[in-house]
Nanobody, 126 residues
Framework: QVQLVESGGGLVQAGGSLRLSCAAS????????MGWVRQAPGKEREFVVA????????YYSDSVKGRFTVARDNAKNTVYLQMNSLKPEDTAIYYC???????????????????WGQGTQVTVSS
């Protein structure tokens, strides 16, 4: 059974930082491309960042480029999202997602991902 468990969310002031983690189990972690997707209240899910399974090549949405950094540790079955210079508009539930892939690719459509975590709340106050 595949499990993705996010942690690290919380309340932070604008300009602050948070680091999210997502621990994966139930599959060979290096077989899966990973991504982070967020959903703000009353809005649709929004792609944030994707990372390929082996090369760790990345793709960022324009809204977070230059402020967020994704990384993965295949030995620890964990993907991280370092979020700096946070803005109130970053407030959302952040989901970790995985997509089994034969290719060393990243996927920037939220609809592509097969497995999802339960999400962690990030709230940025102004």
């Amino acid at each position: 059974q595949v499990q993705l468990v996010e942690s690290g969310g919380g309340l932070v002031q604008a300009g602050g930082s948070l680091r999210l983690s997502c621990a994966a189990s139930g599959r060979s972690f290096s077989d899966d491309a990973m991504g982070w997707v967020r959903q703000a209240p009353g809005k649709e899910r929004e792609f944030v960042v994707a990372i390929a399974r082996i090369s760790a090549n990345t793709y960022y949405s324009d809204s977070v480029k230059g402020r967020f950094t994704v990384a993965r540790d295949n030995a620890k079955n964990t993907v991280y999202l370092q979020m700096n210079s946070l803005k109130p508009e970053d407030t959302a539930i952040y989901y970790c997602a995985s997509n089994p892939s034969s290719y060393d690719s990243y996927y920037y459509s939220a609809a592509t991902y097969k497995y999802w975590g339960q999400g962690t709340q990030v709230t940025v106050s102004s």
